[in-house]
């Protein structure tokens, strides 16, 4: 996972983003290392989680009462899993985008 530590820090300031982004799978355009650097995008802070990470294991608590927008190419089992896993670390909503499917908050998936 990575350019989470910048958002923990930014939540343990007590501030609270208006959204979270988050790339399962390889950021080719490496946002999560840009979105801190760049003052005017604090508010939208961007993370990056492997494919080869369980998310299962990962400590998301940073994403309690975010709105939280996944991007993914994993096959839907998988997508299943990692929408699961943000609800189950009390985002405010979690919504995940593929290029076949669509998973709303309240976990209905659209095609």
């Known amino acids: 996972m990575r350019g989470h530590p910048e958002l923990i820090r ?4 007590g501030l609270k983003p208006r959204g979270l982004w988050v790339c399962y799978g390889i950021d ?3 946002s999560w290392e840009a979105w801190s650097k760049a003052g005017d995008t604090l508010p939208y802070p961007e993370i990056e989680i492997q494919p080869i990470e369980n998310i299962n294991q990962l400590d998301l608590r ?8 996944i991007s993914s190419s994993e096959p839907l089992p998988k997508l299943k899993k990692i929408h699961s896993a943000f609800v189950d670390a009390k985002a405010k909503s979690v919504f995940l985008a593929h290029n ?9 998936i659209l095609e």
């Open 10 to 13: 930014m939540r343990m300031a």
């Open 28 to 30: 080719h355009s490496r």
């Open 62 to 69: 940073f994403a309690v009462g975010l709105t939280v927008h």
């Open 100 to 108: 076949k499917y669509l998973i709303m908050p309240s976990g209905e």
